[in-house]
């Protein structure tokens, strides 16, 4: 497994080979680093709510009343260059601006840039080989102060492993809950298969 430097990030980039490396828009040349790529914060925030009901449920039973995760959060858009205020111990879920396709044999580690992680802001997330789509962010402010985050800013940043040896395509291309987006998503957390089987185990009990 090999981190990709910045010659390397340009050649696959450039490549027109299935197994190449889309990002787009790259607004600036100056967005591939030494061993990573800056990422910008997209338009589109998913905000989390409060309720009345006492805790989002992940292992739902369906005789019972069950409210979507989805309804735990408020949907909300900025143009670029407009401000977003993050709010102390709030979850926000949104995505990059770039559209990116990844090869099959090259993963991505997503973290925030040191200016937005000294602000209390973290970012620590993975992306899987044939990943497409723009990169989801989940946004936590753990500062004491509100923060104003600008759409477009230079965010997060992607470093990117090339795995040595054959990558089976089967299992890179098989269905993804969160694949292919533009947009953020709520939690898929209810629709993991080991949640039904979980549940029949405790009513069996």
Same mark, same amino acid.
């Given at each position: 497994?090999?981190?990709l ?5 340009? *050649? ?20 591939i ?15 989390? =709510? ?6 989002? *449920? ?7 009343s069950?409210?979507? =995760? ?11 260059? *407009? ?26 580690? $997503? ?16 992306v ?11 946004l ?6 509100? $923060?104003?985050?600008v ?17 089976? %395509?089967? *299992? ?5 809950? %969160?694949?292919?987006?533009v947009?953020? =998503?709520?939690?898929?957390?209810d629709?993991?298969?080991?949640i ?9 009990l």
């Amino acid at each position: 497994m090999n981190l990709l430097h910045n010659a390397r990030i340009r *050649e696959l980039i450039a490549s027109s080979a299935s197994d190449s490396l889309f990002v787009d828009p790259l607004l600036e040349d100056s967005q591939i680093g030494a061993v990573a790529l800056d990422l910008r914060l997209g338009y589109d925030f998913l905000v989390s =709510i409060l309720t009345r009901k006492p805790s989002i *449920e992940t292992a739902t039973d369906p005789v019972s009343s069950h409210r979507a =995760i989805g309804s735990y959060f408020q949907e909300t858009r900025r143009e670029l260059g *407009e401000k977003f205020v993050l709010y102390p111990h709030q979850i926000v879920l949104c995505t990059t601006l770039e559209y990116i396709s990844l090869p099959h044999n090259v993963y991505a580690d $997503i973290l925030s840039r040191s200016s937005y992680t000294r602000l209390g802001v973290p970012v620590n997330t993975m992306v899987q080989p044939g990943f497409r789509g723009c990169v989801p962010l989940e946004l936590f402010n753990h500062g004491n102060s509100p $923060i104003e985050l600008v759409v477009g800013s230079r965010i997060c940043q992607a470093r990117f492993f090339e795995i040595d040896g054959v990558v089976n %395509y089967v *299992e890179t291309t098989r269905p993804r809950k %969160y694949f292919a987006h533009v947009r953020p =998503i709520v939690s898929a957390a209810d629709m993991d298969c080991e949640i039904e089987r979980l549940r029949c185990i405790a009513v069996k009990l």
